[in-house]
């Protein structure tokens, strides 16, 4: 009713402006959205789609799926999904079964997400790749850092992460993208080396990219995701945690099934903090086999590997991490890991396959089990090339589950 009441009055106030000859219509703004549409997804024969089943099915249930997982698991070729499971429970302690409308914590996976919205910007001319971060943080004490520099971790800029649970700060009190900004200013934690001269990895990059997108669209993170991307591309069960989502959103088990808490650094989005479903990443994935996200000279930009200091088959883009195999392959994907949230997310754009694994009990076998799957599909000769980062730089974290200053540690 009193919304109603409002309505009322606008209109009353709209036709008495109308009548009088003194004033013109309102303009509507239309919300610079795009209107997206999924690619058409290939048909696949009864015979292709019963082998690529049988090769998948057989492959996941009889590794993942017995070692304890708890979670989502959903194969796509050409857009058709061609393999999804679901197994346990979004919560361990209510019993509450995990479906295809659960959204589980995707960590890093989602600097995906920021990357793309800020490569979106560059080609609507709202910013520019190389800008220096200064242009948006007038004074900040780190000079020669660019904002492509934040999106492949190349800028030297210290790990929020690791910075501020060293320090002073109240660890009573949630930290915020705001306050990782006030940190850098005031604090001026070292910078780990001079900008454009090495690549590692630094969840301060994309906590600062959140804000850039704040500064240049006016409107907060979340909300800006939500109607720019979220909403036009169908993803519904998709969504930037906030504070405020605290008591509702899913939340994750440590390996022998105990509550894994929240801590201090909840609160900080751009780095983590995107919640989706396998059937929502596929959507984002497809979105980027059209032009509609991005054009495609600019999402090429985003799969050249920029660290190449180092001989090594992995390697970083602008939001995506890269496997470059030795005999041409590549593999475009990025992992996650917060408390004891884990997320696969890889693209093997060759065969137009989509390999997503999320779970919300820690299980470090959803990475080696989503990157051998890559072989069931192409030869990516990739056995010899270790863990994917998030699960070594992950791996004391179960003797460390009540130290809160040292879980914040294990998030990639």
């Known amino acids: ?48 789609f019963r ?87 007038p004074g900040l004490p780190y000079p020669g850092v660019t904002v492509r520099m934040l999106l492949n971790h190349r800028s030297g800029l210290p790990n929020y992460v690791y910075f501020i649970p060293n320090s002073k700060w109240d660890k009573k009190q949630m930290v915020t993208n705001e306050i990782v900004l006030d940190q850098l200013y005031t604090e001026k934690p070292r910078k780990i080396f001079n900008a454009g001269t090495r690549f590692t990895y630094s969840n301060t990059n994309y906590v600062l990219l959140a804000m850039i997108i704040e500064k240049v669209t006016g409107r907060p993170f979340p909300e800006y995701m939500r109607a720019k991307y979220f909403e036009p591309l169908g993803m519904n069960h998709t969504y930037v945690f906030t504070l405020k989502d605290t008591l509702t959103a899913v939340p994750s088990f440590a390996a022998n099934g105990t509550n894994w808490g929240n801590d201090f ?88 396959v989509t390999i997503i694994v999320l779970g919300n009990r820690y299980n470090s076998k959803i990475y080696s089990s989503a990157r051998k799957a890559y072989d069931l599909f192409g030869n990516y000769s990739n056995e010899h090339h270790g863990d994917d980062e998030e699960a070594e730089q992950s791996a004391p974290q179960k003797k460390t589950v009540r130290s809160s200053s040292r879980k914040t540690r294990n998030k990639r």
């Open 1 to 48: 009713m009193k919304n109603a009441y409002w309505i009322l009055i606008l209109l009353i106030g709209w036709s008495c402006n109308s009548s009088s000859g003194n004033r013109t219509a309102p303009t509507v703004v239309k919300e610079d959205s795009l209107e997206y549409y999924p690619p058409t997804p290939a048909q696949l024969t009864k015979q292709e």
């Open 265 to 352: 650094l909840e609160g900080t989005y751009g780095d983590k903090n995107i919640y989706t479903t396998p059937r929502d990443l596929l959507k984002w994935d497809q979105a980027f086999y059209t032009d509609q996200v991005i054009n495609k000279s600019l999402l090429d930009t985003a799969f050249v590997p920029y660290s190449n200091e180092r001989p090594s088959v992995h390697n970083y883009g602008l939001g995506w991490r890269l496997l470059m195999m030795p005999n041409g392959k590549k593999v475009i994907y990025h992992n996650g890991r917060w408390h004891g949230f884990n997320a696969a997310f890889a693209r093997l754009t060759d065969e137009k």
């Open 51 to 137: 082998q690529y089943y049988r090769s998948v099915s057989g492959y996941f249930d009889s590794t993942l799926i017995r070692r304890g997982f708890n979670g989502s698991i959903l194969v796509a070729k050409d857009g058709a999904i061609i393999y999804e499971k679901y197994i346990g429970f979004s919560n361990l302690r209510t019993k509450d079964p995990l479906t295809d409308s659960t959204s589980l914590h995707i960590a890093s996976s989602g600097k995906t997400f920021t990357g793309m919205a800020t490569l979106r910007l560059a080609q609507e001319g709202k910013l520019v790749l190389d800008d220096s971060i200064q242009t948006f943080f």
